[in-house]
């Protein structure tokens, strides 16, 4: 009989402790709503202000600092997996590194960043032609805007994922809308963005990334200067073709001065160059 008031006594007990624990459990998780709340609304908010995509130029970017400012040099980054050791191209042909939707970025491939005054990232390689193209452009009395560069995979998926959803609601199939995507924002390791060589400049006064770009003043100037600094209008009116991705009077791609000159004088995109 002792035993089983013993028993009993003990589940009494176990009993209390129980509802003990659960009701300290409901205050902390009480307490710990609002954290979670804002925590999650903090990650909303930062997905939302990521660099944008080749459709909208979202948040309005800043220029790239003056030449006499200083930039952030930034660690190689691997643009697929940063815990894999690095295979370097071999010096001379980074420039003309081939990345489009038949081409994926290299395995492994790294880039040594730096960082531009918006916060935007490209191969330091580029920098100093790139600086001294917005210099002259600015100097020409026009204001260009840098408002994509570097992105990572993670960023690059991002951007595909939302232009894919795009399509998805405008009633394509899964198929139909990933293939209507990548003509647009490139498939994730497809993207010249992810070589760091690539930047998308509009005016300051017109920030649609749509066609109506190319009458810019900003974009004029682009198109007749952009070679004299090492830069490419890598995705030129019908060459759609042949790169896989539609016009964009916006997109440019570093290859170095020299190749720069002829691919402009031939008039060829860099697909046809490399194939010569
Ligand atoms: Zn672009």
Not at 31 to 39: E, G, K, M
Not at 164 to 169: C, E, S, T
């Amino acid at each position: 009989m002792r035993q089983i008031e013993n028993v009993v006594h003990k589940r009494y007990i176990c009993q209390r402790k129980y509802r003990r624990r659960k009701k300290r459990l409901h205050r902390l998780a009480r307490h710990l709503f609002p954290v979670s709340a804002f925590l999650f609304a903090t990650i909303v908010c930062m997905v939302a202000f990521m660099p944008s995509g080749d459709k909208t130029v979202d948040p309005p970017a800043a220029d790239v600092p003056a030449s006499n400012e200083s930039i952030q040099n930034s660690p190689p980054q691997s643009a697929s997996d940063p815990s894999v050791a690095s295979e370097p191209i071999a010096a001379g042909t980074w420039k003309l590194v081939l990345v489009n939707p038949w081409n994926p970025l290299p395995e492994n491939y790294t880039v040594q960043t730096v960082t531009l005054q918006n916060g935007l990232q490209v191969d330091e390689r580029c920098y100093p032609d790139l600086q001294a193209m917005m210099d002259a452009c600015r100097a020409d009395g026009l204001t260009p805007v840098i408002c994509s560069a570097y992105r990572t995979q993670e960023v690059q998926e991002s951007l595909y994922q939302q232009e894919v959803g795009r399509y998805l609601d405008k009633g394509y199939d899964q198929d139909a809308a990933e293939a209507e995507a990548g003509k647009s924002v490139a498939v994730p390791g497809t993207s010249e963005h992810q070589l760091g060589l690539a930047v998308d400049i509009v005016d300051i006064d017109h920030q649609l990334l749509d066609e109506s770009q190319e009458n810019t003043e900003v974009q004029k100037w682009l198109m007749a200067h952009s070679w004299e600094y090492g830069f490419i209008l890598r995705y030129p009116t019908g060459k759609s073709e042949i790169t896989g991705i539609i016009y964009e009077p916006w997109h440019y791609r570093y290859v170095g001065r020299d190749d720069a000159k002829q691919i402009h004088a031939l008039g060829v995109c860099l697909e046809e160059y490399l194939a010569d």
